[in-house]
């Protein structure tokens, strides 16, 4: 009766009903157009612009085809450097991440009651969404000549770091930690009890089975983690801006030729890309993409 | 048995109060610096008042920032409801060719770094569309901020709606009820916490959002980060810096707070 009032309606119901394909298009018509549209296709015409000049006078870009931002860059030695010390950036933050988040998981599905873990697992996450800009503003303070940092060393005759690349590194890990803290946790979770007591039982001790059985069956969880802590220091330029001094990343080069250079930047921005495709590329075998 | 000694569970204690201290000791210190008294904030707090947080009230540039942010964040967020629960539908519920690159393409906006999707849309604002007298203005922004909103909403419910019966839709059909009416009566119901959850996170992530907001915003436009971020480098700001990075603190973490909440209540019925 209800649908008798409205045919239309009722008729493109059944039509949709009978067809489970064209349910499928019209589900996925939105998101697609709005995915490609507007996100795929920009970072195409990035690549596109990539092979474009500027105007040196009035900094237009000009169409056309010119691999010359790309010769620039890799024959600058500060590009390459730039590049080499961003990737090396990278990896130490993962590694630090990593060394941190295996205590802290083991800690939180071993030892932990149920009840702490539960509060933990709340308490891992809910930094991560406290803001970027504000973590580097905590981080600027926290290591200022009268910070907190010296403030606590001064008593043993110590100093913190100060601006530089150490509190570079120091401030990346700490904002990109529960992004390998919280895989790595469930991960831990989700190994069957049963394996750490067989291998206890057949003799390894306390290091060998996390050696042997847990940071094996880990692996996947911390490369998914990885992704992100080397995929979000790739791209840092105002954690580096504000407590590198002058430690220059591959964000902070391209950040300076966005309005100068556009062609320019944009060929910058291909490095971290590749970075990070050749990246996923390298763990794609593991299965860990997955677990994103 | 596997069993942890006394002393490396000790040691394993130490280590995550350790790693706890140090994940929240900074946040801690904005927030109580954001109470101290003097102009150039130091430390210790050597007396406390609510002076900034009245200077930041009557500050018309953190109002109209704070309006901006909201502004943005509701529309992204009722971007990114629409498309990710669409999404979600159809990876969950259909298989079909290229399944995995749409699933990939939804997750690279927040796997990639933010400057390339940043610098990607503001290549297109100001070198594709201006020239041929496009210009997206405040649309930008919230733009930017739906595309990589879309994967909160889209992870939550497809999460969910693994978890639901399908049975249940069936049903729904057979007895007559039609697509839709099977969709507001059946399907919708069950993934609504899910829905919920993952919008307020996608609120909470453009909140505080900043690398693609640099590249984003028009002119003359700030969200709180922006403000933020542009008044970091001058020293006699530092107080209100405090005060708005309390706020951004506060506002992004409670709906995480209650989105992980609504996630629980769920998973545990």
């Known amino acids: 009766m209800h649908d008798m009032r409205r045919p239309t309606a009722h008729r493109l119901s059944t039509a949709l009903h009978a067809r489970p394909r064209l349910r499928l298009y019209g589900l996925l018509s939105l998101p697609l157009l709005w995915m490609f549209g507007v996100y795929l296709v920009s970072l195409a015409m990035l690549l596109v612009t990539a092979f474009w000049t500027t105007d040196p006078f009035t900094s237009k870009v000009i169409p056309g085809f010119t691999t010359r931002n790309f010769e620039n860059i890799l024959t600058t030695s500060s590009y390459l450097n730039t590049a080499g010390r961003t990737v090396g950036i990278a990896f130490l933050v993962t590694l630090l991440c ?50 907190p940092v010296n403030w606590l060393l001064d008593p043993f005759g110590l100093s913190g770091p100060g601006y530089g690349l150490p509190a570079v590194v120091l401030t990346l890990t700490y904002l990109w930690f529960p992004f390998m803290a919280l895989p790595v946790y469930t991960a831990i979770r989700q190994i069957p009890p049963n394996l750490f007591d067989a291998a206890s039982d057949l003799g390894a001790g306390t290091w060998r089975v996390i050696r042997t059985v847990v940071l094996p069956l880990l692996m996947p969880a911390m490369i998914a983690g990885s992704v992100f802590t080397f995929s979000l220091s790739m791209g840092d330029f105002i954690g580096t801006q ?47 993409l997955k677990e994103l | 048995m596997f069993h942890l000694s006394r002393t490396t569970k000790w040691a394993l204690g130490l280590v995550a109060a ?102 990607a849309l503001n290549n297109t604002y100001k070198n594709i569309l201006e020239p041929i007298g496009i210009h997206v203005g405040f649309f930008g922004l919230i733009v930017g901020h739906a595309t990589f909103c879309v994967v909160m909403v889209f992870n939550n419910v497809q999460a969910r709606l693994g978890r639901m019966n399908p049975r249940l839709e069936e049903a729904s059909n057979d007895m007559g009820a039609g697509l839709w009416t099977t969709f507001r009566r059946v399907t919708f119901p069950g993934f609504r916490t899910a829905f919920a959850a993952g919008g307020l996170l996608a609120f909470a992530l453009s909140f505080d959002e900043i690398v693609v907001s640099i590249f984003t915003a ?24 405090n005060v708005v990075a309390t706020v951004i603190i506060i506002v992004s973490m409670v709906p995480v707070y209650l989105s992980q909440r609504l996630s629980r209540d769920v998973s545990a019925n």
């Open chain 1, 98 to 147: 990593a060394v941190f988040a295996l205590p802290l998981g083991i800690f939180m599905a071993k030892v932990a009651s149920a009840r702490w873990r539960n509060f933990l697992a709340m308490a891992i996450t809910l930094p991560l969404w406290a803001g970027y800009l504000v973590k580097v503003f905590a981080m600027r303070i926290s290591f200022g000549e009268n910070g």
């Open chain 1, 242 to 288: 504000f407590v590198g001094a002058k430690v220059q990343m591959l964000g902070t080069v391209i950040n300076q030729n966005v309005n100068l250079n556009p062609p320019l930047a944009a060929a910058l921005s291909v490095i971290p890309i590749v970075a990070v495709g050749l990246y996923l590329f390298a763990v794609r075998r593991t299965g860990a």
């Open chain 2, 18 to 119: 350790a790693i706890l201290t140090l994940m929240y000791a900074p946040l801690l210190l904005v927030m109580a610096n954001s109470f101290n008294d003097a102009q150039i904030s130091s430390w210790p707090i050597e007396s406390f008042s609510l002076r900034w947080w009245e200077r930041a009230i009557e500050s018309q540039a953190i109002l109209d920032a704070l309006w901006v942010s909201v502004l943005t964040a509701l529309g992204a967020t009722a971007i990114a409801l629409v498309l990710g629960s669409l999404a979600a539908l159809a990876l969950q519920r259909y298989s079909f060719f290229g399944k995995n690159a749409v699933n990939l393409l939804i997750i690279l906006p927040i796997a990639l770094p933010g400057i390339v999707t940043g610098v």
């Open chain 2, 218 to 241: 028009p002119p003359g436009v700030e969200t709180l980060p922006l403000w933020m971020l542009n008044n970091m480098a001058r020293p006699n700001q530092q107080s209100l810096l």
